[in-house]
């Protein structure tokens, strides 16, 4: 291609053009890519932002994986955030429920957003949540709670040598200020 | 050339010039006083050092220093140092009349000035400098940052738009403005290694602002591009970073092997041993500069085979950049070798480099690294690249280049007293963090546990010799300039060969306006 019939221009406008797409690729080409790969592969532990649409599955009666839950408050955060109960053991497979306590103990009408991280990584991809209140933020009014519901399956193709899946929920204050 | 014949006077000389001689001078200069400047930072910093416990300032001004002392150092300093080379040197060694683009020249060196004030003015602002590092790792350069960030990430975006226009202006120089007969593959090592460099700096610039305009959006548009809260992810941050952060450092290296390349041979008055493979070498480090950018941040949590696979690509950079060192030893081998101050520089910027290397690659190993990550052994490494790789190959080209520029030779007693208090002063300032780095002591701390007391302050002390010894280098140069020992050969140095050594001396002001007949060969 040629855009110019002097040779140094033509070059410049090249490059230049080039400066440009490496500058747009950034915003259009490595955070989606960044995104793809980390929802493919479960990097960073990251689980699907997307509720998983439950087919009736067997259930792997045969091994039972150790589920631990884990709450934590990002920054100044200041509600209370726990898992009612810390650790189940399930069947692959098979449909679990759980659900978490936030408590707004401040005055104020605030909004949180919590964002879910497995651990070991290799097992986010395992790990699917049919029902999550992280897939939304939650509105909480001053002094009150909610119980946020959590409903998952494990994979029954989870690697044999994982026996504990982790999954840890921080919660973020995203209230408009 | 009629009234461009010769350069205006007073300040409008510098201002309006467009002559690549003058724009080279101004980015050294530039360049040497970002070097004081970013000296000054890593003095306050070593002074901090000196002994465990909270001495002089307070931990927020600690990192304003450290995070100041590495974006001058980087982007002010040896980034300017090597453009300035180019411009000088380039169109001289190539035998063009100037640079392809000469007005664009003059603004990407005026950008400078204005952006390093303004970056160096948030020491002045209300919440201090930023303090996250030269890295500005989201959140700490976001949800944290003082409010004077805003100026910082104008300030790299507008270093940045110049760098580009410097890179765009050299490849367009070399590529179309070669003398007859100029093959590719007769060019200088110099002028390849800008090539390739100016390649990766149109590449991976763009990145950089790419990433600070998403640092900017999520400080002031309520954008969620690092922010977890908001379903980003600010180990993007680290990526785009890196990705552009790993060519960075090639970008700062290569010109430096450029220089090297031109020097031994000189002085050793034998031809560049394997000057293809050089080229060749330098191509491949540059394709894989872009491939290995995540060993830099094995410590987030990266799956194994990611680990593994940056592992292995990053050891194979090690293939090229041994192929190099081993061409510049094998130049040196029964060479009759001389001593003058650009080849101690030169020889010391071989043995230190290589010392660098090695740490590079011990830092590479993956499991390794997560004892290394973040200790002073990292910092130990990259002042073995940056300060006697780069720092040292733009001393060796100042002082090669200076009679050539200047008319006059350089004080060649100073100049070898220079070096030696440098090579020593540098050694024991950083030699010293390898042995605290392994022992745990972690990067970008104020203060620090009693058993690093002694090598801490052997550190600061180095720092304290091999600072002074600028100032060394600094009066040197201006005696030099201004009354050295008039020096007209057109040779300075008997071994040298390029066509920068046809020119009369001092070089004048316009060269080459009728292109030269390309007798020459790079090769030989």
């Known amino acids: 291609m040629q855009f110019s019939r002097n040779p140094v221009t033509d070059t410049s406008i090249k490059l230049f053009l080039f400066t440009c797409v490496m500058g747009a690729s950034v915003f259009f080409v490595m955070i989606p890519l960044y995104n793809v790969l980390c929802d493919a592969l479960g990097i960073n532990g990251k689980t699907s932002g997307v509720a998983y649409t439950a087919m009736t599955t067997e259930v792997d009666t045969g091994r039972e994986i150790q589920v631990q839950f884990i709450t934590q408050n990002n920054s100044d955060m200041p509600w209370e955030f726990d898992p009612s109960t810390t650790i189940v053991r399930v069947n692959p497979g098979a449909l679990n429920d759980t659900y978490f306590i936030a408590k707004n103990i401040t005055d104020q009408h605030m909004i949180g957003q919590a964002v879910p991280s497995v651990s070991p990584s290799r097992a986010a991809e395992y790990f699917h949540k049919t029902e999550c209140f992280c897939f939304e933020s939650q509105p909480l009014d001053a002094n009150s709670s909610v119980e946020m519901p959590l409903r998952f399956i494990i994979d029954k193709d989870l690697p044999n040598d994982i026996k504990t899946v982790t999954l840890s929920y921080t919660l973020f204050d995203i209230t408009e200020r | ?524």
Request: hydrophobic content about 55%.
């Open chain 2, 1 to 524: 050339m009629g009234a461009h014949a010769e350069p205006s006077s007073g300040l409008s000389r510098w201002l309006y010039t467009t002559n690549h001689k003058d724009i080279g001078a101004l980015y050294m200069w530039f360049s040497f006083a970002m070097f004081i400047l970013g000296g000054a930072f890593a003095m306050v910093i070593r002074a901090e050092l000196f002994q465990p416990g909270m001495q002089l300032i307070d931990p927020n001004f600690y990192n304003q220093m450290t995070t100041l002392h590495g974006l001058v150092m980087v982007f002010g300093a040896i980034m300017p140092a090597f453009v300035g080379l180019a411009n000088w040197l380039i169109p001289v060694m190539i035998g063009a009349p100037d640079m392809a683009l000469p007005r664009m020249n003059n603004l990407s060196f005026w950008l400078l000035p204005p952006t390093f004030l303004l970056l160096v003015s948030t020491l002045f602002m209300e919440g201090g400098a930023p303090g996250f590092g030269w890295t500005a790792y989201a959140p700490l350069s976001t949800t944290y940052a003082p409010p004077s960030v805003t100026f910082f990430i104008f300030a790299i975006h507008v270093m940045g738009a110049s760098s580009i226009m410097g890179s765009i202006n050299i490849i367009a120089t070399i590529m179309n403005m070669r003398a007859p007969g100029m093959d590719y593959m007769k060019m200088p090592m110099f002028v390849w290694t800008w090539l390739i460099t100016a390649f990766l700096l149109v590449a991976v610039m763009p990145v950089l602002a790419g990433a600070v305009t998403m640092m900017l959006m999520d400080i002031h548009f309520n954008t969620s591009f690092f922010s977890a809260a908001g379903g980003g992810d600010p180990v993007l941050y680290q990526h785009i970073f890196w990705f552009f952060g790993h060519p960075e450092v090639y970008i700062i290296i290569l010109p430096a092997f450029g220089v090297i390349s031109e020097i031994i041979p000189t002085f050793s008055r034998k031809p560049l041993f394997g000057y293809s493979s050089m080229v060749y070498a330098t191509a491949a480090i540059a394709f894989m500069s872009f491939i290995v950018w995540a060993h830099h941040m094995y410590t987030v949590g990266m799956p194994i085979a990611g680990e593994l696979f940056f592992m292995y690509a990053t050891m194979l950079i090690a293939v090229p950049t041994g192929v190099k060192v081993f061409n510049w030893v094998t130049t040196m081998w029964r060479g009759s070798l001389s001593f003058e101050t650009p080849m101690l520089f030169a020889i010391g910027f071989l043995v230190l480099f290589t010392i660098g290397g090695f740490s590079g690659l011990m830092l590479s190993i993956a499991p390794a690294d997560f004892q290394y990550h973040d200790t002073y052994f990292v910092v130990a490494h990259f002042h073995y690249v940056m300060v006697a790789g780069a720092v040292f190959s733009i001393t060796a080209g100042i002082y090669y280049w200076l009679p050539k520029m200047s008319g006059r030779m350089y004080n060649e007693t100073m100049g070898k007293v220079h070096f030696w208090v440098s090579f020593v002063g540098f050694n024991i300032t950083f030699f010293p963090q390898h042995f605290v780095g392994l022992a745990g002591m972690p990067r970008r701390v104020p203060d620090y546990a009693l058993q690093f007391a002694d090598f801490n302050m052997m550190s600061s002390i180095g720092a304290f010799i091999y600072g002074m010894s600028q100032v060394l280098f600094l009066y040197n140069v201006v005696a030099t300039v201004v009354a050295g020992k008039l020096d007209n050969r057109e040779k300075t140095w008997d071994g040298a060969n390029g066509l920068e050594w046809t020119i009369p001396t001092p070089a004048p002001y316009h060269t080459f306006e009728t292109p030269p007949k390309v007798v020459h060969n790079a090769v030989q």
